[in-house]
């Protein structure tokens, strides 16, 4: 799946309000994407990445009960696909502070973007 087709899937599952299905660094992600945008790396470069609400699958961290706020690099996301079941919308804290965007290309709440 190239980049174009990953960010235009995350924008369709925005607009739409559908949970998403994905791999990431080798392990099963269910979430709900909430922004999509670019992140300015050290080395200069602006790379896409998402802020989610991670409600199932797997994550090197641990995963909390009934999930939690997670910001994924699309480079290390592959087999994007949306799926059909409830919205979640995780809790406020943790998104009001998200520091992983600094250009929203898409959001369902831009009030989500606020520093």
């Known amino acids: 799946m190239t980049g174009d087709e990953k960010t235009a899937l995350l924008r369709q599952a925005?607009?739409?309000g559908r949970p998403v299905t994905a791999m990431g660094s080798g392990l099963r992600r269910e979430f709900c994407p909430h922004l999509l945008g670019t992140k300015r790396h050290p080395d200069g470069r602006a790379r896409w990445?998402?802020?989610a609400w991670q409600f199932d699958g797997a994550s090197r961290s641990g995963l909390p009960s009934g999930g939690g706020w997670r910001c994924f690099d699309l480079a290390f996301l592959?087999?994007?696909r949306?799926?059909?079941g409830p919205w979640h919308r995780g809790s406020r804290t943790g998104a009001a502070e998200q520091t992983c965007i600094?250009?929203?290309d898409c959001a369902v709440d831009?009030?989500?973007a606020a520093p």
Do not use: C, K, N, Y
């Open 14 to 16: 925005i607009r739409e």
């Open 49 to 51: 990445h998402v802020l």
């Open 78 to 80: 592959d087999m994007l």
């Open 82 to 84: 949306l799926r059909d």
């Open 102 to 104: 600094d250009s929203i």
């Open 110 to 112: 831009p009030s989500l």
